[in-house]
């Protein structure tokens, strides 16, 4: 079964740090691009960052770039966020994402809460 589950949320205060993970599973995880999507309340999906399949090429939101890192480890068909400097404006539901155009599917997980307050 083809699934996407998030992981590492959680709570933290403004200027902390936080690495949510994302661990992929069905298919063949190194053939596809990755993105990271947030959903804050009241607030529409956005995309956060996404990244190629051999993790050379990276794209950030606006919002986020500098602050944000994505990457992947292939061999463990694992994506991370790595969220720094954050801003309760960060707080939101952080959902991965993987198209997979060859087999017609798009996948979210279930989502992982990071909320950012003190």
């Known amino acids: 079964q083809v699934q996407l589950v998030e992981s590492g949320g959680g709570l933290v205060q403004p200027g902390g740090s936080l690495r949510v993970s994302c661990a992929a599973s069905g298919f063949t995880f190194s053939n596809y691009a990755m993105s990271w999507y947030r959903q804050g309340p009241g607030k529409e999906r956005e995309l956060v960052a996404s990244?190629?399949?051999?993790?050379?090429?990276?794209n950030y939101a606006y919002s986020v770039k500098g602050r944000f890192t994505i990457s992947r480890d292939n061999a463990k068909n694992t994506v991370y966020l790595q969220m720094n400097s954050l801003k309760p404006e960060d707080t939101a539901v952080y959902y991965c994402n993987a198209v997979l155009v060859d087999l017609h599917t798009t996948l979210w997980g279930q989502g992982t809460q990071v909320t950012v307050s003190s």
């Open positions: 990244i190629s399949s051999a993790g050379g090429r990276t």
